[in-house]
């Protein structure tokens, strides 16, 4: 199974391990892969896996395929991305995108977990600001979730957000830290900037979680995705 990257065009092979958890999904959920040439996350679904399936047989074209190309073929690729005149073939990617929660016990924890698995994230909680800081140790994390309540204290007190605003802005800037509290405004950009944050919502608004992060990480990847890989490719 093959798909191709909606950023660069990168055509991308597919494991057998992704391919087995696309046909695990539940109808509507994704996962979300990296791009082994732009390093960019999207997401694919199992709706992908049956029309790839559909497409070919024993690595040829179905007879109804080649019926369908005989009466309409295809539009060309697009090869734009084609610089050097060659295929380098690679595996796809094995990288399923992490987010790590850290909220308090309330029904809100549960709805933002499954809006994160449902847009194929790999979610891990942290029950303390300890444990919190232990896993990112050795995780890099897409996403980081943190309730204004999960600590005992002003937010700007707490262990866990006092770690996140001190990280090295190396790491820092390809985390997509979410902040979630009583005291915050949905999509409020310059609360966000004050809270070293990059999304801020209020609880009222955290059944609407998984449509907001749906509108908020295209829009942060489309605006901060070249400056970033042109800061990774100089080492900064």
């Not at 074209?61 to 309409?72: E, K, L, N, W, Y």
């Not at 070293?196 to 942060?220: C, G, M, Q, W």
Request: one cysteine or more.
């Amino acid at each position: 199974m093959r798909v191709s990257c909606p950023h660069c065009g990168k055509q991308l092979k597919i494991s057998d391990k992704i391919q087995k958890s696309l046909e695990a999904l539940e109808p509507g959920q994704q996962l979300r892969v990296k791009c082994v040439q732009c390093e960019k996350p999207f997401p694919i679904d199992e709706s992908m896996r049956l029309r790839a399936g559909s497409q070919a047989v024993g690595g040829r074209p179905s007879p109804a395929h080649q019926r369908t190309r005989r009466v309409r073929p295809p539009d060309p690729p697009d090869i734009s991305w084609l610089k050097e005149g060659i295929f380098e073939e690679k595996e796809a990617v094995e990288e399923v995108p992490r987010a790590l929660v850290l909220m308090p016990d309330f029904p809100g924890r549960i709805t933002v977990k499954k809006d994160l698995e449902k847009l194929g994230y790999r979610v891990e909680m942290a029950a303390t600001p300890e444990e919190g800081i232990a896993k990112m140790q050795f995780v890099n994390y897409a996403t980081v979730i943190l309730h204004s309540h999960f600590e005992e204290k002003d937010l700007e007190s707490t262990v866990f957000h006092r770690y996140m605003k001190a990280m090295n802005m190396s790491r820092r800037r390809y985390i997509f830290y979410i902040l979630i509290g009583e005291g915050l405004q949905t999509l409020y950009d310059l609360q966000a900037l004050a809270c070293s944050a990059n999304l801020v919502i209020n609880d009222a608004d955290i059944p609407h979680f998984s449509l907001l992060l749906r509108k908020t990480i295209p829009e942060y990847e489309a605006l901060f995705g070249p400056l970033m890989e042109e800061m990774r490719i100089t080492g900064r």
